[in-house]
């Protein structure tokens, strides 16, 4: 049984790694708006916005995985399940990627559902 405090530690590591793996490739999708923007002559406004978001979501991601690390009082256990959601994580980043590049081309082209 996990005490609250590695208890604590598992929910930011399982936090930081949802923020890796799911959150980045969904808010770089945006990156190729920006690159659209700036072609279609709007500037660098769109492309900045989604670079900033990228790096903040990826930083948020990396300080959850620390800060969890720095919260337990057994490192053993909490890298067990951070290998255990390594195997989670093999098939859901590049599901995410995928469906992030599909997301963008929809945006691209113009077909929206709704």
Do not use: H, K, N
Request: glycine share 14%; aromatic share 4%; with cysteine.
């Amino acid at each position: 049984m996990l005490d609250p405090e590695s208890f604590f530690a598992v929910l930011l590591m399982i936090a930081g790694l949802v923020a890796l793996a799911v959150g980045v490739p969904l808010v770089a999708s945006f990156l190729i708006d920006g690159v659209v923007a700036m072609i279609r002559g709007r500037g660098l406004r769109v492309f900045g916005l989604a670079a900033v978001g990228t790096l903040l979501t990826a930083i948020a991601g990396v300080v959850l995985l620390v800060v969890s690390r720095l919260l337990t009082q057994d490192p053993a256990g909490l890298g067990s399940t951070e290998s255990g959601l390594g195997g989670v994580l093999i098939w859901l980043a590049p599901a995410m990627c995928v469906l992030g590049v599909v997301q963008s081309v929809r945006r691209l082209t113009g077909r929206r559902q709704g």
